[in-house]
C-alpha cells in the first residue's frame, strides 16, 4: 500500500511517501501564504524521489500547524500524535521526544506501540524555537553553521534573560559592544533557549531514551546545550524533519480498510 504523510508547518512543508511501511520518497519545501502550493512542492519532490505518480497514493495523512488548510486527508492528526508515532517508528526504546521547529517546540512522552503518554508545548514565543537562533545569527553576521561552531568554542556562561527575540537581540547588541568574545555570546544564545525547552520538557517527566528532531536540532550548538540542560544524552532521530511526515503516513496505513 502507497501512502503520503504531509506535515504542514509554519516554516516547512515536508511529505515522506511510504511503499508498505518502506520510506521510498522524501520532499520538503519552504512554506509561504499559500500552504496548499508549498506542499504540492513537496509532494512532487517526494513522489518523483519514489517514481510514481499522485494517483497511485492510495491513503493520505497530514498534520503540522497548518493542517486544516489541507482539504480531503485521510488521516488528520496533531503534531504530538504524529511525531510519537514516528519516532516509536525509528526507535522503539524512545521514551520521550522534543520537537524543536522554526516557530515552536514540543515534549511528547512516548508510550506501547507510539501512544502519547503526555506532552507539553512551549509558549508562543520564537525564543523557544529555530527562529530566534536565526534571528540571532543574523544579529551576528554569522551563518547557522558558524553560529554553531562558535557555541562550542565558548568557554564561559553568560545569561541572556529576554524572553522575546526582539529583546534578546538589544542584549546580544550590548554584549557585543562591551567585546564580549563571540563563541561566549552564540553559547549565551543556545543555553537561552535550550533552559526553556529543558524546562518544558521536564513537565513531561523525561525519561530516558530521549530522542530529538526537527530542523533546529541540526544545529550542534544546540543539542549540546540541551544535553547539558537535560543532564543525559539525547539521541538525534534519523531524518529529523521528516519524523513528523513519517509518523502521520504511518497513521494512514494504519487506516486501511
Known amino acids: 500500500m502507497i501512502t503520503a504523510g504531509i506535515d504542514l508547518g509554519a516554516t516547512y512543508s515536508k511529505v515522506v511517501i511510504l511503499d508498505d511501511g518502506k520510506v521510498v520518497?522524501?520532499?520538503i519545501?519552504?512554506?509561504?501564504?499559500?500552504?496548499?502550493?508549498s506542499v504540492e512542492k513537496a509532494l512532487n519532490a517526494a513522489l518523483q524521489e519514489a517514481k510514481i505518480d499522485k494517483g497511485q497514493v492510495e491513503r493520505t495523512g497530514v498534520t503540522g500547524s497548518g493542517r486544516r488548510a489541507i482539504k480531503d486527508a485521510d488521516v488528520v492528526a496533531t503534531d504530538v500524535t504524529a511525531d510519537a508515532r514516528g519516532a516509536y517508528h525509528l526507535d522503539k526504546e524512545v521514551k520521550t521526544v522534543i520537537d524543536v521547529g522554526g516557530e515552536d517546540a514540543r515534549a511528547v512522552k512516548v508510550g506501547e506501540n507510539g501512544k502519547v503518554i503526555n506532552s507539553a508545548v512551549n509558549d508562543k514565543c520564537a525564543a523557544g524555537a529555530g527562529a530566534f537562533?536565526?534571528?540571532?545569527?543574523?544579529?551576528m553576521q554569522l551563518s547557522l553553521e558558524e553560529f554553531a561552531e562558535a557555541s562550542l568554542k565558548s568557554t564561559q556562561e553568560i545569561p541572556i534573560n529576554a524572553q522575546c527575540a526582539i529583546f534578546a537581540e538589544?542584549?546580544?547588541v550590548s554584549l557585543i559592544s562591551d567585546e564580549t568574545p563571540r563563541e561566549d555570546i552564540c553559547r549565551a544564545v543556545h543555553d537561552?533557549?535550550?533552559d526553556r525547552i529543558t524546562s518544558m520538557a521536564k513537565r513531561v517527566l523525561v525519561e530516558e531514551k530521549v530522542g530529538l528532531m526537527g530542523g533546529a536540532v541540526m544545529n550542534k550548538g544546540l543539542v549540546e546545550s540541551i544535553r547539558e540542560g537535560l543532564g543525559l544524552d539525547p539521541i538525534i532521530l534519523p531524518d529529523p524533519l521528516f519524523v513528523s511526515a513519517l509518523g502521520i503516513a504511518l497513521m494512514a496505513a494504519d487506516q486501511e480498510d
Do not use: D, N, Q
Not at 519545501?29 to 502550493?37: G, R
Not at 537562533?133 to 544579529?139: C, K, Q
Open 133 to 139: 537562533v536565526e534571528a540571532m545569527s543574523r544579529a
Open 25 to 27: 520518497g522524501k520532499g
Open 29 to 37: 519545501s519552504k512554506t509561504t501564504l499559500e500552504p496548499e502550493e
Open 170 to 172: 538589544s542584549e546580544v
Open 192 to 194: 537561552g533557549i535550550a
